[in-house]
């Protein structure tokens, strides 16, 4: 038996250690530690509620936007407050615009050098390269003579000798099974996708000023100004922008990334059936067709709220939020009832208590604490979220579009419904996904079109504003589906201010230690007989992590330096 | 051609063997000439550097971070971050992008450092609290991996406001000792490029400032370049002539807020931030905050998460003091670079206002007639 620790993982947002042991060739153990914390909760405590959205937005910079949203959800829950339809779609369009960009990413920058080996592209003939590009997809950014560029500029790079971020990179590994010609075409596309988030990201900065961190949130609404008769608000023109830069997104997603991954994928069959993990998968559900807060009314969401247990898909079982609890028994925090105990959000308590190793260290004992992550159950089940389990409740509820583009990459590739649940499947979840909410992106346009012509241009409801208009104490919580899946925030506000907040996050689900019943959470399963080539190279078990595309900032649970806060947050 | 040959090659060269004419790189460092607030008279020189330079290594190290100064970074344009990372540096080490993971990523930055005259970006404050265990990679705490990158670094390059000033972790009460990079490296040169995040024109200005000219830019007491933070964005701001008229947004989609009008009165730091927003603007020049219609916060200022919060009042208000105290202690020190251009009347009168026990109408705060520019 080996034992390895893979840290940092790269190609993910934040700080991801995990400790495996290899045996025989495969992961037999494994366990996912979160080596950074900040404390932006306890930060938090005492501020203008109004205010917690641009602090809860520096959770993460790479799903800029997701915990403002969250965070506005959940005072305007707290608040009793409704956001005019045109705030609710405009928000709908930058969440799903980045969802589009945040796949795109992770796929092509984050994730396809774990199946690309780029070196090997080197050996790649242009003209051929050519013809598979032809073959699998209209895409324009193709041609021999396009090919015979890249690879004359991968050759110079190369030769250079400076390799800049692909040093040490795994080339020439085993488990790499492209040919020379796909691997070349996966450099272009690369290249072609840093330039297309580039200019597809500019939607956030015309609604909200810029990207990341775009600043156009308010609790009751937000503050881009809508006006067909002024040229400093959304108008006409900025509609047309809009339209055609949404455009080029789903071109992008239909053209390159779904294409891409049906030709990838029938070289790496056999991780359909790797990296399946817990079997549990959750979600929140999310856009919102009408200006109600979704967090507590699900009904009339684009994509559906629900749980699937045991890889069962004919049955999505009804989310009640009160189930959700939290684990410190392998967390570095401390409860007053007993390290063992599961407390839910509105019951929690955070008090940090670190028991690792003092720094420089090798591994961590992983038999007591070794993660600044909590672990986080439903109903006392670990669970996953994310694009996976999003796909597989829509799929399960009979959401047509995605039972639809399902059905159709399973029959493209030739595999059943269980192929879905590995870490290919993920992957191809997550590009799925991509397409649905791309179409989406531009039906939600097109009803904020219609709403503006019908003559309503409201984007604030400033009814309680005024903070002299609240009531003494108020709580309440906001669900949002994010690009890595289902987060919650849980706010009191007292006289005004902040009182408490609580954040349970999509990569703490998934990223999250062992409970006090040692189940392990889903990176820690899904890495279970993982192979490994060479244990000195942990190629494939990047491969897995990264098909949950982990985002650490987010999920490293924040906690109060004091200790011993009791949480009231009710669940209205 | 041999390897060694190769790598000498410049950067002129190099666009040029991939078809990218002399007349379109510049253009390239026309727009970097002005980012840079140079006469225009320096582009040619800059031009000439760029050709001439020979990929200097780059080391980007991630502490207590977002990571949103990684994907401001990403959203480089002319060049492009294919571009910077292929032609323009040798970015060896940078956790977002690079491809090895564990300890092939640990030796790629060690191979890096080992040669000395690299520069480090940093991004994200560093935890100094109980030793440091806030924040490790690869079982070593964030001040280690700093101390030995810094070491016989050419220059340090901090992206954003946490790694410049200590940032949002460090606001108010700061949990984990979070500092700013100048707080804890010393003996190395170091420039400071607050922002929440960043913008990567000022960035890449930096970088080819260095380039061009073998030092970093010129800046304030604070570290920040004067070229990107030396005037105020309320005197660049496209909305200062409705200001001057007394023209203001009262409420979040009122008529004076769709027509683009002064959003002082919502709360905009503008009058107290240092920054070039209003000039370069954001995503490509494509808009910025205050241009979608809110108000500017001062991320670009130390503390501004404890100084100018709430956001949506005139003046700030931090945790741990009173609405009443907070002006006269802290409220001058804060609005001090705003007095300059109010005139002191202006700022003596808003203070008063806020020192009453009910506060004024928004009206009475800020008339337009003190909105004079030292008039």
Redesign the interface.
């Given at each position: 038996m080996t034992r390895i620790a893979v840290d940092p993982i790269t190609r993910i947002e934040g700080h991801l250690r995990i400790e495996a042991e290899v045996e025989g060739g495969s992961v037999t153990d494994a366990w996912s530690s979160s080596t950074m914390w900040r404390g932006i909760e306890t930060i938090l405590k005492g501020r203008d509620p109004r205010d917690a959205w641009y602090f809860a937005q520096r959770i993460c910079g790479v799903c800029t936007t997701v915990h403002a949203l969250a965070s506005v959800r959940a005072v305007e829950n707290a608040l009793g407050i409704v956001p005019p339809l045109n705030a609710q779609l405009v928000r709908n369009l930058i969440s799903l615009s980045q969802f589009v960009q945040d796949h795109v990413v992770h796929f092509y920058h984050l994730h396809a050098l774990d199946w690309v080996d780029v070196v090997s592209a080197l050996d790649a003939d242009p003209a051929a390269t050519a013809d598979l590009a032809a073959s699998i997809s209209d895409y324009p950014i193709s041609g021999e003579g396009h090919f015979a560029a890249v690879k004359e500029r991968l050759a110079n790079f190369v030769a250079g000798g400076r390799l800049g971020p692909f040093a040490q990179g795994y080339w020439g590994h085993p488990a790499y099974q492209l040919p020379p010609e796909a691997n070349l075409m996966a450099v272009s596309h690369y290249l072609d996708a840093l330039d297309f988030q580039r200019e597809y990201i500019k939607i956030h900065a015309i609604l909200g000023g810029k990207n990341p961190h775009l600043q156009t949130y308010l609790v009751g609404g937000m503050a881009v100004p809508i006006d067909p008769k002024s040229q400093n608000a959304i108008n006409a023109g900025t509609l047309g922008q809009l339209r055609a830069i949404l455009e080029t997104g789903l071109r992008f997603v239909s053209q390159a990334y779904i294409p891409d991954v049906l030709a990838v994928a029938p070289f790496y069959t056999d991780w359909a059936a790797v990296g399946g993990g817990l079997g549990n998968y959750m979600s929140f559900g999310d856009f919102p067709s009408e200006g109600q807060n979704p967090s507590v009314d699900p009904d009339a969401l684009y994509l559906p709220r629900g749980l699937i247990f045991g890889k069962d898909l004919g049955t999505v079982v009804p989310l009640d939020p009160s189930k959700i609890t939290e684990y410190v028994a392998h967390s570095w925090y401390s409860y007053e009832a007993g390290d063992d105990a599961g407390l839910a959000p509105f019951d929690g308590e955070t008090s940090p208590n670190y028991t690792g190793p003092e720094p420089p260290y090798d591994f961590l004992d992983t038999d007591s604490k070794y993660s600044w992550l909590k672990a986080p159950r439903y109903d006392d089940t670990p669970v996953e979220v994310g694009p996976l389990a999003r796909m597989l409740v829509a799929y399960g509820s009979g959401h047509e579009r995605v039972v639809e583009l399902v059905n159709s990459v399973l029959t493209t590739l030739g595999v059943g419904p269980e192929a879905l649940f590995s870490t290919l499947g993920r992957t191809a979840a997550r590009a799925i996904e991509s397409q649905v909410l791309a179409e989406h992106s531009l039906e939600v346009l097109d009803q904020l079109a219609a709403n503006i012509a019908g003559g309503d241009i409201q984007t604030h409801n400033g009814k309680m504003w005024d903070p002299s208009t609240w009531p003494p104490s108020a709580e309440g919580f906001g669900m949002h589906e994010a690009p890595r899946g289902s987060l919650s925030h849980w706010v009191t506000i007292a006289d005004g201010s902040i009182d408490h907040y609580q954040i349970v996050v999509p990569s703490t689900w998934n990223a999250g230690p062992r409970d006090a019943g040692g189940q392990r959470g889903a990176y820690e399963s899904a890495l279970l007989g993982t192979p490994m080539a060479n244990p000195d190279q942990p190629l494939e078990i990047l491969r897995t992590v990264h098909s949950f595309d982990p985002c650490m900032a987010c999920a490293a649970h924040i906690l109060d330096k004091d200790g011993n806060e009791i949480v009231e947050v009710a669940v209205q | 051609?041999p390897?060694?040959t190769?790598?000498r090659?410049t950067l002129g060269e190099?666009l040029g063997?991939?078809?990218i004419t002399r007349r379109t790189f510049l253009a390239f460092s026309a727009g970097l000439t002005a980012t840079l607030a140079l006469p225009s008279i320096f582009s040619e020189r800059i031009a000439r550097a760029l050709e001439a330079s020979d990929?200097p290594t780059l080391i980007w190290l991630?502490?207590?971070?977002?990571?949103?100064?990684?994907?401001?970074f990403?959203?480089?344009?002319d060049p492009?971050?294919?571009e910077i990372?292929?032609d323009l540096?040798?970015?060896?080490y940078?956790?977002?992008?690079?491809?090895?993971?564990?300890h092939?990523?640990?030796?790629?930055k060690e191979?890096a450092i080992e040669g000395g005259g690299h520069i480090v970006v940093v991004e994200g404050s560093v935890p100094t609290a109980?030793?440091?265990?806030?924040?490790?990679?690869?079982?070593?705490?964030a001040l280690?991996h700093l101390e030995e990158a810094a070491a016989g670094a050419a220059a340090i390059i901090n992206t954003g406001t946490c790694s410049s000033f200590g940032g949002?972790?460090a606001?108010?009460?700061?949990?984990?000792g979070?500092r700013g990079v100048p707080d804890v490296v010393s003996g190395v040169p170091i420039v400071n490029l607050p922002g929440?995040?960043m913008n990567v024109d000022n960035l890449l200005a930096v970088v080819v400032h260095y380039l061009t000219f073998g030092a970093l830019p010129p800046t304030d007491g604070q570290g920040r370049p004067l070229f990107a933070y030396g005037q105020r964005i309320h005197d660049n701001c496209e909305r200062r002539a409705h200001f001057d008229a007394g023209q203001f947004a009262l409420?979040?989609?009122d008529e004076g807020?769709?027509?683009?009008w002064c959003l002082y009165k919502l709360g905009c730091k503008g009058p107290s931030t240092f920054h070039n927003c209003p000039s370069i603007r954001?995503?490509?020049g494509?808009?910025?905050?205050?241009?979608?219609?809110?108000g500017c916060?001062g991320c670009s200022e130390a503390d501004f998460?404890d100084t100018m919060?709430?956001?949506?009042?005139r003046l700030p208000k931090p945790?741990g003091f009173g609405v009443t105290t907070n002006a006269d202690q802290i409220g001058l020190a804060i609005v001090g670079a705003t007095a300059v251009g109010f005139g002191a009347h202006g700022v003596a009168k808003v203070i008063q206002h806020k020192n009453r026990p009910s506060d004024e109408a928004p009206e009475a705060d800020m008339e337009h007639s003190e909105g004079g520019d030292e008039r």
């Open positions: - | 051609m390897a060694a190769i790598a090659e190099k063997a991939r078809g990929k991630e502490f207590q971070d977002c990571a949103g100064n990684t994907e401001s990403l959203r480089a344009h492009g971050v294919a990372v292929l540096l040798s970015v060896d940078h956790e977002t992008i690079m491809a090895a993971a564990g092939q990523a640990e030796a790629a191979a109980d030793g440091g265990v806030y924040c490790t990679i690869a079982g070593k705490t280690q949002i972790p606001a108010s009460p700061n949990p984990t979070a929440c995040p409420e979040w989609g807020h769709r027509k683009g954001w995503n490509d494509t808009s910025w905050p205050i241009g979608a219609g809110h916060v998460w919060s709430p956001f949506y009042e945790p």
